[in-house]
């Protein structure tokens, strides 16, 4: 027997792809009310494009791309992420030349060639939004308090972690200091950390390294380093998060996975998933569209990890929805069809193809989970009627079906 690959999944049992389903209902209308409109972008594209923004020195890039050679001889790569193929779609359609502020939402299959285990999958679902062209921390808020309303219609808990990354005043003198600290550690770090200090040394505070991180607790904060306008940009928007009721903690160790981000980053996390507890991700990314040669547009954006939620979301009690039709004779099972087919155009229809009793069709119904059930059989075909069971409060009928 041929299986599914390790880390990717299949969603099929009735009780997951209803979830799947109704994440994604859920998750479409808040999108749309915050003004997001849906983009697709393709599953593969040039390597070079995560090499560029989720940055070289990710682990995301240097351990886990699905990357290879086509039949063209093109260095291609399976997405890990949707925020650099949403730019590079961005930048490609001159919308950069744009003044309007684009949103734009996605969900669909990025892939890591991760370790699987609970909540870390090699193929998995994210469901994201990407806006462009706003550099107010309006727009930090409005992100964040969506992702609130996602979870809270799902009835889903989390907490909010929150900080700022900085930008290219701050970043670079508080990199200095990191390292000039690390430099004073060399000996007690993990060999991870000894490579990232030279690649990327913010990411040293998120090595999950417990000897690391007891040193890290006296690494110089990038919260005490940020420059005027990052300052006050981050305390805008705890201020706005206050105001619209919004518990978060200040994580000064939250830095992410990717390298595009700067000022605002954040995770939502969730304590009752195990070790893999981040349930959504995100941040501003003001320098990309730049990196990935469009015109300098200020962004922000976040992704939620689907599969992570599944067991988390409380679904609402499903009610019995449209109809079941079904015949109890032969001759009657061209004109079921014929009826059934009419009510479809507004309505769920089953319908069932084989002449039963009525006992086996009741019951088939009722899986159907149908609101009525329709049968017809001799008679009703001889009267040019229909038998009709309401499944809701019991009632039973014999109506025209002219008037059916
Ligand atoms: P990320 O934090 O790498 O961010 O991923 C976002 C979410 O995807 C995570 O919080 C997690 O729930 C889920 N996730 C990540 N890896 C896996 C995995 N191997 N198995 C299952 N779930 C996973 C990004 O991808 C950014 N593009 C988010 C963003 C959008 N930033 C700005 N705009």
Redesign the pocket.
Same mark, same amino acid.
């Given at each position: 027997m041929i299986r599914s690959l390790r880390g990717m999944n299949d969603t099929l049992e009735l009780e997951d792809s209803a979830r799947f389903s109704y994440f994604i209902q859920t998750a479409t209308q808040i999108a749309k009310n915050y003004g997001f409109r849906f983009i697709e972008t393709p599953q593969l594209e040039e390597t070079a494009l995560f090499k560029r923004s989720v940055g070289e020195s990710s682990d995301i890039v240097g351990k886990e791309m699905y990357q290879f050679i086509d039949k063209g001889e093109n260095d291609v790569c399976l997405r890990p992420? !949707?925020?650099a193929g949403v730019v590079r779609a961005f930048v490609q359609n001159k919308y950069d030349r744009q003044e309007t502020t684009q949103r734009l939402f996605y969900h669909g299959t990025m892939f890591?060639y991760?370790r699987p285990q609970k !909540? @870390? $999958? @090699?193929q998995?679902h %994210?469901f &994201?939004c =990407?806006s462009f062209g706003e550099s107010n921390v309006l727009e930090d808020a409005s992100l964040i308090l969506m992702v609130r309303d996602i979870f809270n219609a799902l009835g889903i808990n989390f907490t909010l972690k929150l900080n700022s990354l900085g930008d290219q005043n701050c970043m670079p003198q508080y990199r200095d200091k990191l390292v000039s600290f690390l430099d004073q550690h060399k000996a007690e770090i993990c060999e991870d950390c000894q490579r990232r200090k030279e690649t990327n040394p913010v990411r040293v505070l998120d090595c999950k390294n417990d000897k690391c991180q007891t040193i890290y607790a006296n690494a110089p904060k990038l919260m005490q380093n940020l420059c005027e306008g990052c300052d006050n940009d981050f305390k805008t928007l705890t201020s706005l998060l206050d105001e619209h009721e919004m518990a978060y903690e200040i994580d000064t160790h939250l830095v992410? #996975? $990717?390298d595009y981000y700067s000022k605002t980053a954040f =995770?939502f996390v969730s304590t009752e998933i195990g070790a %893999?507890s981040? +349930?959504? #991700? #995100? &941040?501003r990314?003001d320098r990309l569209v730049e990196f990935l040669d469009g015109r300098p547009t200020p962004a922000i #954006?976040?992704? +939620?990890?689907i599969? @992570?939620l599944m067991e988390l979301i409380k679904m609402p009690e499903v009610n019995r929805e449209g109809y079941y039709f079904g015949a109890m004779d032969e001759n009657a099972i061209a004109k079921v069809f014929k009826l059934g087919m009419k009510k479809r155009k507004s309505n769920k229809v089953t319908i069932g193809y084989k002449a039963r009793n009525l006992k086996a069709h009741l019951k088939a119904a009722d899986k159907a989970n149908a609101s009525y059930c329709a049968i017809l059989g001799e008679n009703e075909l001889n009267n040019g009627t229909i038998w009709v069971k309401n499944l809701i409060n019991k009632t039973e009928s014999e109506i025209a079906q002219d008037e059916f």
């Open positions: 992420e !949707g925020t890591r991760e !909540g @870390r $999958l @090699r998995f %994210q &994201g =990407e992410r #996975g $990717l =995770e %893999q981040a +349930i959504a #991700g #995100g &941040g990314y #954006g976040f992704a +939620i990890g599969e @992570r």
